[in-house]
């Protein structure tokens, strides 16, 4: 029978630092989109700097971002 999520964790945690890392580390590799769609946020990403960079766009301050968030979600 496979380990519960919970069994993982206890277990991890006797392991030290390093081996949990290293886990941490291969997980997260393992997780990463695939080359297509890592390409495709690069060229969108350049995409929408470049908007912004030529005034086509305008970007939205962090602060005014983050109280229209708190706004939103009544904070």
Do not use: F, K
Not at 8 to 15: K, L
Not at 18 to 45: F, M, S, Y
């Amino acid at each position: 029978m496979p380990m519960t999520l919970d069994q993982v964790v206890a277990e991890t945690r006797q392991w030290p630092p390093g081996r949990v890392a290293e886990l941490v580390d291969r997980l997260t590799t393992e997780l990463q989109p695939d080359a297509e769609i890592e390409n495709a946020w690069r060229t969108e990403t350049r995409r929408r700097v470049a908007e912004i960079e030529s005034g086509r766009v305008e970007g939205i301050p962090g602060e005014v971002v983050s109280a229209r968030v708190r706004q939103i979600v009544g904070r």
